[in-house]
């Protein structure tokens, strides 16, 4: 893989990114227990907020970010995040505040993912572009274990608003060094946005899309969701969450196992997607019947099989892309795509823990369900591409006939 050092630093601070966007998973125990006006609703349209607010601002970052230099809009995007987490450190329990703090925030964060794609694909080669956009996909793997572990420990030690300023302490430094040290590209010449938008909303993006809106279902319900159903399973106080910060930082590591292997199986793409999707389905059926470590260890397992057609749907997939210019536009469409499943999950699952008196039996089930749909859909894509080629096929042999 060429272009080495532009990679890491692409990846770095794309890792960096998630001190914003998962701290608010392990503020949230703290703040219940804090904060007696705040419930599970409350911090359920808390969340829902900042991903409704990233969804909107996927559609328009990956437009707009496909116009200019990427790297200036990643670094923008960290100091953002950084500025909003400051904020949410005075927000005091208010439900008002927290909300507006992460609409705001989850705008900003917004404007990183899509540009890091981008950014990667105009400093790799053709022949690196596959590959490299899978590694890059532990970034964000790597980038939340070590922020959940991190400000798990800063929320045990000093409280819920170290879990927002020790997020911002990390968000401006990156995105300062960023600013100094990102590299001079060459940016092509713009196409028209019709075309562009013409480009983006083609069938095998918006299918793509509709599957990463059912798998981040899964996805950001686990970010989410299983600190506090780790935190209320083993009855822990506030100063034990390292404890739960120690398990969950396990999960995306996991992951990060998981899609270095699925990057080395010599197995069509697609096809290991269907795959690993079909055993994360398995594992999360089997999570209603587990307790304590054996929990976790289904935990590890499902995470194992997930990433993988995580990076397949928001990285691999938009890069092939390329040609069409419209890397940054495709990734922030199906990314967008893929927030609005994050904004429902943050309804529906206090809507099934309530319903069901307090069980999460529901939630694992339903995550096993969609896992099962999202791998449908692949396949369905994968199948229409055979159809495309063989036209494209035909088309060509027509012209050299004529």
């Given amino acids: 893989m060429k272009s080495n050092k532009t990679f890491w630093n692409i990846w770095s601070s794309y890792a960096t990114y998630y001190f914003g966007r998962v701290n608010l998973s392990i503020v949230v125990p703290a703040l219940l227990v804090t904060y007696k006006n705040l419930n599970l609703y409350s911090v359920g349209l808390v969340s829902s907020g900042f991903f409704f607010a990233y969804a909107l601002g996927q559609f328009f970052h990956g437009q707009i970010s496909e116009r200019h230099n990427p790297f200036v809009y990643i670094s923008l995007g960290l100091i953002g995040s950084a500025v909003m987490n400051l904020f949410l450190g005075f927000s005091a329990g208010f439900f008002l505040m ?25 400093t790799q080669t053709a022949e690196d572009r596959e590959r490299s956009s899978t590694i890059l996909g532990t970034s ?55 075309t562009q938008l013409k480009n983006t909303l083609s069938f095998p993006i918006v299918l793509s899309g509709l599957s990463l809106c059912l798998l981040n279902m899964v996805r950001y319900g686990i970010i989410t969701w299983i600190p506090l159903y780790l935190f209320k399973a083993e009855n822990l106080t506030v100063e034990q969450m390292g404890k739960v910060g120690l398990n969950v930082c396990l999960i995306p590591i996991a992951g990060v196992f998981g899609t ?11 096809v290991t997607t269907i795959i690993s999707l079909l055993m994360l389905a398995i594992s999360l059926a089997i999570l209603p019947l587990t307790k304590g470590l054996s929990t976790v260890l289904v935990l590890l397992v499902g995470s194992f099989f997930l990433y993988g057609p995580h990076v397949f ?31 429902l999950i943050g309804i529906i699952v206090p809507f099934l823990v309530t319903s069901a008196g307090g069980n999460w039996t529901s939630v694992f089930l339903f995550w096993a369900g969609l896992s099962v749909a999202v791998a449908i859909l692949v396949a369905v894509v994968y199948i229409r591409s055979f159809k495309d080629k063989a036209i494209d096929f035909l088309n060509v042999k027509e012209e050299n006939n004529a």
């Fill in 313 to 343: 749907l928001v990285t691999t997939f938009p890069t092939r892309f390329t040609n069409k210019q419209v890397v940054a536009a495709s990734t922030g469409f199906i990314d967008g795509m893929g927030y609005i499943g994050t904004v």
């Fill in 98 to 122: 927290l909300f507006l703090g992460e609409v705001f925030d989850g705008f900003f964060q917004a404007m990183g993912w899509s540009s890091c794609v981008r950014a990667n694909a105009l």
């Fill in 140 to 194: 964000y793997q790597v980038g939340n274990s070590v922020a959940w572990l991190i400000s798990s420990f800063a929320v045990g030690a000093w409280g819920w608003r170290a879990g927002f300023w020790v997020a911002s302490g990390f968000l401006f430094a990156r995105g300062i060094l960023l600013l100094l040290t990102r590299p001079e590209i060459k940016i092509a010449p713009v196409q028209r946005m019709e």
């Fill in 260 to 270: 270095l292997i699925y990057n080395k199986i010599k197995i069509n793409r697609d």
